[in-house]
């Protein structure tokens, strides 16, 4: 009876010890002797673009390239059973892509234990972090400058309206009539620089339905001569968010690839990719999301200027001389109170800005899971 106790006990020890690596955000993979993959948790399936499936008993070298140098120390932690650290390590995937990554080595009964702490998430939590607080900062200045011109707006449109009722002359009205033109396209330009006042309905929404409502209005608007294809993971669930509002954020990104193309060469060169995948435990703001919809909108322009592609989503930011600088601003804001981010990379003839949507909101009171 004692051994049978003993026996569920470690069983039990077992299943908690699994269920703790499997919600780590940090990547860990367990080595066998022969520095093959034994283990790998869903953070570092996420990490190594691999599954633990198709990694199992892969060799480190297939895993990471160029691994000659991590083998021989691997070998020696064995030897003389010491654990060891190397900070800020730059490593390459099997994939091509480059990782710069603490990580600690660990000797264990059945061979090594390693844990993988990504730099690049740190440090684009930080950038998300410093965006943030600019960009609140930016909105609270808007805030104030627009209640300091709405103001004498109305003002100077009332008083437009009771000097039109005098004057003699009716022909003198299309003056006035300018006047109070200008004060409310005036106050309607403040108004967009607001962004939305509403906060968004949420209800189930299928992205690709978003994506194909877009695809079609914008191939009526260029009568077909641009090319848009579709890149779509079929398994992506609905997400949470307002229909509307999604649509009006995806449809901005894709006008501005479309006049930025327009502008470079002719449209029927244009290309417009349309990507959506899911990805695991991402971090927004600080707060990590079990799994998230990526959405990328790729085109093939002549890119956003360097100096400019961290100031796009700030208001009145326009790379063309004929933009407002609304667009951009409103959809991160539009995202933003979906607990989403919009991010830009781009060179001349690859723009892609990348939409990321939690599947879930999650309320301003719930608890959120932790580093």
């Known amino acids: 009876m004692h051994e049978r106790l003993t026996g569920q006990q470690r069983l039990s020890q077992i299943q908690r010890e699994a269920s703790l ?27 190594f673009a691999v599954s633990e499936q198709r990694s199992h008993n892969l060799s480190i070298t297939e895993l990471v390239s160029r691994s000659g140098a991590l083998n021989s120390r691997l070998l020696e932690a064995m030897e003389t059973g010491q654990p060891y650290t190397r900070r800020e390590k730059d490593l390459e995937c099997h994939d091509g892509r480059r990782l710069l990554l603490d990580y600690t080595a660990t000797p264990v009964e059945e061979g090594i ?16 972090e410093a965006l943030k607080t600019n960009r609140e900062t930016a909105k609270n200045l808007i805030r104030g400058m627009a209640h300091e011109i709405k103001n004498p707006l109305g003002g100077i449109r009332g ?29 309607n330009l403040v108004d967009r620089m607001l962004g939305p006042l509403n906060p968004p309905r949420l209800e189930p929404v299928n992205i690709h339905a978003v994506l194909e409502h877009v695809r079609q209005l914008v191939l009526a608007e260029t009568k077909g001569k641009l090319q848009i294809l579709q890149d779509y993971d079929p398994s992506v669930p609905e997400v949470s968010g307002d229909n509307e509002q999604l649509i009006q954020v995806v449809l901005n990104v894709v006008r501005n690839a479309c006049q930025a193309i327009s502008g ?70 539009i995202m933003g109170q979906h607990q989403g981010l919009i991010e830009c990379s781009s060179e001349p003839g690859n723009t892609t800005f990348t939409l990321y949507l939690p599947f879930e909101q999650i309320s301003a009171g719930e608890p959120n899971e932790q580093h």
């Open 264 to 333: 470079s060469m002719p449209l029927n060169q244009g290309k417009v990719t349309l990507r959506t995948r899911i990805r695991r435990q991402f971090t927004i703001e600080s707060r990590i999301h079990r799994l998230i919809c990526q959405l990328d909108i790729c085109d093939n322009g002549p890119g956003i200027p360097e100096d400019m592609q961290e100031s796009i989503f700030y208001p009145m930011i326009s790379g063309r001389a004929e933009g407002s600088g609304l667009g951009l601003s409103i959809a991160q804001s």
């Open 159 to 187: 008083a437009a309206q009771l000097l039109a009722r005098e004057l003699p002359d009716p022909e003198m009205k299309d003056f006035t009539d300018i006047i109070i033109g200008e004060a409310d396209r005036l106050r």
């Open 113 to 128: 234990l390693l844990e993988f702490q990504q730099l690049d998430r740190l440090k684009k939590i930080s950038r998300e």
């Open 21 to 47: 690596l499997e919600n780590m955000t940090t990547a860990v993979v367990m080595l066998g002797s022969s520095l093959q993959v034994k283990y790998m948790n869903p953070a570092a399936e996420v990490l």
